[in-house]
């Protein structure tokens, strides 16, 4: 019998950290396949914590967190490596190599992974690179690039990969407004190739212009699951902008996401 499992699921999930800090109580959600949520609260809500869990950089006190079906706290700590790998993280300070240029940087991830095909690493950091909006940047060095094009070189090194589930963490968070609004594009793009994508954010703006799920936790207790939603219940008045308007997809960029065995 075949059963559909959502891709993410948490189930009741407590975080006590040491110290006694209850970051999360009772937090239960599933995502499906090829979902966008943004994951909002103020600042110690719990948004990092769940993103941490998903990671497995943290354990639940109770409950349990389940990726496509598989409970992660029964992985054995072997099978941690290759558990990560099948999910993508981007950071708010991008964490780039400093030395090495925007495509070696994300060749490394392919590396890493265990790809070392000088032709597949090749045409999937191109693509990658393209589906970002990096084309003719490959040979720069990181600090020859602005704040926006760094973190859409973070974005690419999380994809080249072809991971599963996108998880971002304050990802606009050290970037000017129309900068953050270019990055959230590119999330929102990639999500239209059938990326499941997860982004923690304090952005009220741009959450409110994406008109997406929004999960909000207050004291780590998930308040609100709403699709289609704003970063608060009521937002006093909505932006002028309406909805993203996106690029149409172009058709290379699905080269990396369609997670061909590397
Ligand atoms: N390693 C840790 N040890 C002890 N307490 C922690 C640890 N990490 C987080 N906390 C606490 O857990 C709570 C939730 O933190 P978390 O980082 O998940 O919040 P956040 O919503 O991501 O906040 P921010 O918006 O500031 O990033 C906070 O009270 C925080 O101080
Ligand atoms: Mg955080």
């Given at each position: ?51 941490k869990?998903l990671l497995r950089d ?26 990560r ?178």
């Amino acid at each position: 019998m075949v059963t559909s499992e959502p891709l993410v699921r948490f189930q009741g999930v407590d975080k006590q950290y040491s110290g006694g800090i209850q970051a999360l109580s009772g937090v239960s959600f599933t995502m499906e396949a090829g979902d966008f949520a943004f994951l909002v609260g103020p600042s110690g809500s719990g948004k990092s914590t769940v993103l941490k869990l998903l990671l497995r950089d943290e354990q639940p006190t109770s409950g349990h967190v389940y990726l496509a079906g598989a409970s992660l706290s029964r992985l054995q700590r072997g099978a941690v490596p290759a558990f990560r790998r099948r999910m993508g993280v981007v950071f708010q300070d991008f964490k780039l190599l400093p030395r090495r240029t925007v495509a070696e940087n994300v060749a490394f991830a392919l590396h890493v992974h265990g790809t070392h095909r000088r032709g597949v690493v090749r045409d999937r950091v191109m693509a990658v690179l393209r589906l970002v909006g990096l084309s003719g940047k490959e040979g720069r060095l990181p600090d020859t690039l602005s704040g926006g094009e760094q973190q859409r070189v973070s974005i690419a090194r999380a994809l080249v990969t072809g991971p599963e589930l996108l998880l971002a963490d304050e990802p606009t968070g050290n970037l000017d407004p129309d900068t953050a609004l270019g990055i959230m594009e590119v999330f929102v793009r990639i999500n239209e190739y059938g990326m499941t994508v997860l982004v923690a954010t304090h952005n009220r703006e741009l959450v409110d212009m994406c008109r997406k799920r929004v999960l909000q936790l207050a004291q780590g207790r998930l308040v609100r699951d709403e699709s289609l939603g704003s970063y608060d219940r009521r937002p006093a008045t909505l932006p002028d902008h309406g909805p993203l308007s996106l690029p149409s997809p172009q058709p290379v960029a699905a080269i990396a996401l369609e997670g061909q065995p590397v």
